[in-house]
T-cell receptor, first 114, second 113 residues
């Protein structure tokens, strides 16, 4: 079974703090994604990575950066957290870049920025 | 720009009935559509994929239709059970090639015993 894990289930940070969210997949998947999920808005793509050290902006990259130094690990960084970044953050991976490939999601990190 | 609409109101049905959820899209023609299930506090889990040249797909008690003329997909759960209670998300490719998908906001389903 594919397993995607995220470093924290719940996180509380203060405005202006630097925040790191970590995601690890154990199935040698090529692609990894970071989404945020807000009520009524669905999942919105922040960034994705199609290879080690390769990244591409999604729909809402402002205020975020990412890092993929190893194939299995994809980190989301909030350089200076703000209250409007309070959200559920979901990481996902796909085995290949075939358009119909299934996305496997982690359990999510609920981030609250005070 | 591409837009996906799912009914934001929760759907309440009685156990044993068929639940039908709707996904409408506008402004583009996706090549495929997926349905995911999400339980509270969990990440989405893939259920079914249907391609634009397929009218219907079935998996156990699940059935998905894809009407490219109406720009709509219907997701049916027959003989529903309380364990089917969850949020169901539809997801479509962006129609521009590549492997990124767009997700709808989801519809919450409650099945009462």
């Amino acid at each position: 079974d594919v397993k995607v894990t995220q470093s924290s289930r719940y996180l509380v940070k203060r405005t202006g703090e630097k925040v790191f969210l970590e995601c690890v997949q154990d199935m040698d998947h090529e692609n990894m994604f970071w989404y945020r999920q807000d009520p009524g808005l669905g999942l919105r793509l922040i960034y994705f990575s199609y290879d080690v050290k390769m990244k591409e902006k999604g729909d809402i990259p402002e205020g975020y950066s990412v890092s993929r130094e190893k194939k299995e690990r994809f980190s989301l960084i909030l350089e200076s957290a703000s209250t409007n970044q309070t959200s559920m953050y979901l990481c996902a991976s796909t085995r290949t870049s075939v358009v119909t490939d299934t996305q496997y999601f982690g359990p999510g990190t609920r981030l609250t920025v005070l | 720009s591409q837009k996906i609409e799912q009914n934001s109101e929760a759907l309440n049905i009685q156990e044993g009935k068929t639940a039908t959820l709707t996904c409408n899209y506008t402004n583009y023609s996706p090549a495929y559509l997926q349905w995911y299930r999400q339980d509270p506090g969990r990440g989405p889990v893939f259920l079914l994929l249907i391609r634009e040249n397929e009218k219907e797909k079935r998996k156990e008690r699940l059935k998905v239709t894809f009407d490219t003329t109406l720009k709509q997909s219907l997701f049916h759960i027959t003989a529903s059970q309380p364990a089917d209670s969850a949020t169901y998300l539809c997801a479509l490719d962006r129609g521009t090639g590549g492997f990124k998908t767009i997700f709808g906001a989801g519809t919450r389903l409650f099945v009462k015993a």
